[in-house]
T-cell receptor, first 111, second 115 residues
Framework: GEDVEQSLFLSVREGDSSVINCTYT??????LYWYKQEPGAGLQLLTY?????DMKQDQRLTVLLNKKDKHLSLRIADTQTGDSAIYFC???????????FGGGTRVLVKP | DTGVSQNPRHKITKRGQNVTFRCDPI?????LYWYRQTLGQGPEFLTY????????KSRLLSDRFSAERPKGSFSTLEIQRTEQGDSAMYLC?????????????FGQGTRLTVV
C-alpha cells in the first residue's frame, strides 16, 4: 500500500536554507509533489517532479529525488518569514489519479 | 478569480443534521477531487470525478457521504446524519487531463464543525 512519511517540525533562521525530507513506499509513483499550507488555508502547489528526474530547480526551490531509496527532499534557499507554513509531500501512482499525502512538516522561520 | 472555489468556508452544524458543500473547479478542468483533512494530518482522498462520472471512491466515504457532479462542472458533497468525527476541513481540487502535467489545484476548503 501507499505510505508517505515526513518529519513533524523544522526550525530555521531567516536567510538560512531549509531542507524538508519525505519518504514514500510505492515504487510505482509517477509524480511527486510539494504543497504549502498556511494557517486556515487550502493547499498551494509549490512544485512537482516526475519520477524519471532526480532534480528540479525553481527559483528558491530545489527538489531532489532518490528513487532507489524512495526519498524526496525540498530545499528552500534564503528562507523568509513568509515561508513559515506546513509543507506536504504527496505522491501520485501510475495507476490512479489520487494523491497520497504525508502528514506534513511544520516549518518555523525565526528572525 | 479563476481558482478553485469552495462554499461555504465554514459550517457549524448540530450532530445528526445534513450538510452540503459546493466546489467550483477551475474552468475547463475535467477532473475534480474531494479530500478530507483532520487537524494535524495530511489530506486524505475521498472521491474523484472525470467530467460527470464518479470514477473512484475511498473506503473513507461511508454511505452517509455522497458526491455529485451532475453537469461535469461544479460538484457537491453531502454528509447525512453528521457525527462529531466528521469535523474536518473538506478540500476540493481540480486538474486537467490531457495537459503536459498533472497539477492538481486546491480550493481554500470548507471547515466543518459538528457540535
Amino acid at each position: 500500500g501507499e505510505d508517505v512519511e515526513q518529519s513533524l517540525f523544522l526550525s530555521v533562521r531567516e536567510g538560512d536554507s531549509s531542507v524538508i525530507n519525505c519518504t514514500y513506499t510505492d515504487s510505482s509513483s509517477t509524480y511527486l509533489y510539494w504543497y504549502k499550507q498556511e494557517p486556515g488555508a487550502g493547499l498551494q502547489l509549490l512544485t512537482y517532479i516526475f519520477s524519471n528526474m532526480d532534480m528540479k530547480q525553481d527559483q528558491r526551490l530545489t527538489v531532489l529525488l532518490n528513487k532507489k531509496d524512495k526519498h524526496l527532499s525540498l530545499r528552500i534557499a534564503d528562507t523568509q518569514t513568509g515561508d513559515s507554513a506546513i509543507y506536504f509531500c504527496a505522491e501520485k501512482q501510475a495507476a490512479g489519479n489520487k494523491l497520497t499525502f504525508g502528514g506534513g512538516t511544520r516549518v518555523l522561520v525565526k528572525p | 478569480d479563476t481558482g478553485v472555489s469552495q462554499n461555504p468556508r465554514h459550517k457549524i452544524t448540530k450532530r445528526g443534521q445534513n450538510v452540503t458543500f459546493r466546489c467550483d473547479p477551475i474552468s475547463e478542468h475535467n477532473r475534480l477531487y474531494w479530500y478530507r483533512q483532520t487537524l494535524g494530518q495530511g489530506p486524505e482522498f475521498l472521491t474523484y470525478f472525470q467530467n460527470e462520472a464518479q470514477l473512484e471512491k475511498s473506503r473513507l466515504l461511508s454511505d452517509r457521504f455522497s458526491a455529485e457532479r451532475p453537469k461535469g462542472s461544479f460538484s457537491t458533497l453531502e454528509i447525512q446524519r453528521t457525527e462529531q468525527g466528521d469535523s474536518a476541513m473538506y478540500l476540493c481540487a481540480s486538474s486537467y487531463r490531457g495537459g503536459k502535467n498533472t497539477e492538481a489545484f486546491f480550493g481554500q476548503g470548507t471547515r466543518l464543525t459538528v457540535v
